[in-house]
C-alpha cells in the first residue's frame, strides 16, 4: 500500500468516512433509508439499455415487464411519501417500526430466485450478478439469454422477473397501507 495501492493512505480515510457516516445513518433511521422509486428508475433503465444492446424488445414482448417495473417505481414513490409524511406529521406508531422495516428488508430477498440463472445456479438474484470476468451484470438471466440469441429462456427469465416485482409492488403496498393504518390510529 505505500508503494502503489494508496501511499498516503487518503482513500482509506475517505472509505473509512464514507462508512461511518453509512453507519450513522443506518444505526439513527427510524425507517431503513432505501429508495425504491429510485431502485424502479434504475431497473427501468437497466432494461432499456439491455433491449438496446441486444435488440431484445424485436424477440419478445417487453411491455408486460416494462409496466410492472412502472409500477414498482410508482408505488416505491408513494411510499417514501408515505414514510415522509408519517415522519414530519408524527405519526409514527413506534410499534409499527420493526414490521415496516422487516416489510422494506424482504423486498431485497424477493429478488432471490433459488434455482439461480441458467448455467450459474450460484447467481439467485434475478437482478444483479457478475459476468464470468467479474464485471456487473444486470438482470442477469435475461441479460445472458439475450446476449446468446436464446428468446425462449429470455421469456422465460422475464416472467421470473416479472412474477418478482409483482411480488415486491404487493409489498410496498402492504407496507404503505400499514402505514396509513398507523397514520388513522394515532389522528383519532
Do not use: C
Not at 1 to 14: C, N, S
Not at 37 to 59: K, M, N, P, S, V
Request: hydrophobic fraction near 45%; aromatic fraction near 8%; proline fraction near 4%.
Amino acid at each position: 500500500m505505500e508503494h502503489l495501492g494508496d501511499p498516503t493512505f487518503e482513500y482509506h480515510v475517505t472509505v473509512t468516512r464514507v462508512w461511518g457516516l453509512l453507519a450513522l445513518r443506518l444505526a439513527n433511521a427510524d425507517f431503513l433509508p432505501l429508495d425504491f422509486g429510485a431502485y424502479g428508475a434504475a431497473l427501468r433503465t437497466f432494461l432499456h439499455e439491455l433491449d438496446a444492446r441486444t435488440q431484445l424488445g424485436a424477440h419478445i414482448d417487453l411491455r408486460e415487464l416494462q409496466q410492472r417495473l412502472n409500477s414498482f417505481e410508482t408505488e416505491g414513490h408513494a411510499l417514501t411519501d408515505t414514510l415522509a409524511i408519517s415522519l414530519q406529521q408524527n405519526l409514527l406508531d413506534p410499534r409499527v417500526v420493526p414490521s415496516v422495516n422487516n416489510g422494506l428488508m424482504s423486498i431485497e430477498s424477493n429478488w432471490l430466485y433459488e434455482p439461480g440463472i441458467p448455467g450459474r445456479p450460484w447467481f439467485q438474484h434475478l437482478l444483479y450478478a457478475a459476468r464470468y470476468t467479474y464485471a456487473r451484470l444486470e438482470l442477469p438471466g435475461l441479460a445472458e439469454a439475450a446476449e446468446r440469441g436464446d428468446w425462449k429462456e429470455a421469456a422465460a427469465q422475464a416472467k421470473l422477473i416479472q412474477r418478482a416485482v409483482d411480488t415486491n409492488v404487493a409489498a410496498l403496498r402492504s407496507v404503505r397501507a400499514q402505514l396509513n393504518r398507523t397514520g388513522d390510529t394515532l389522528s383519532e
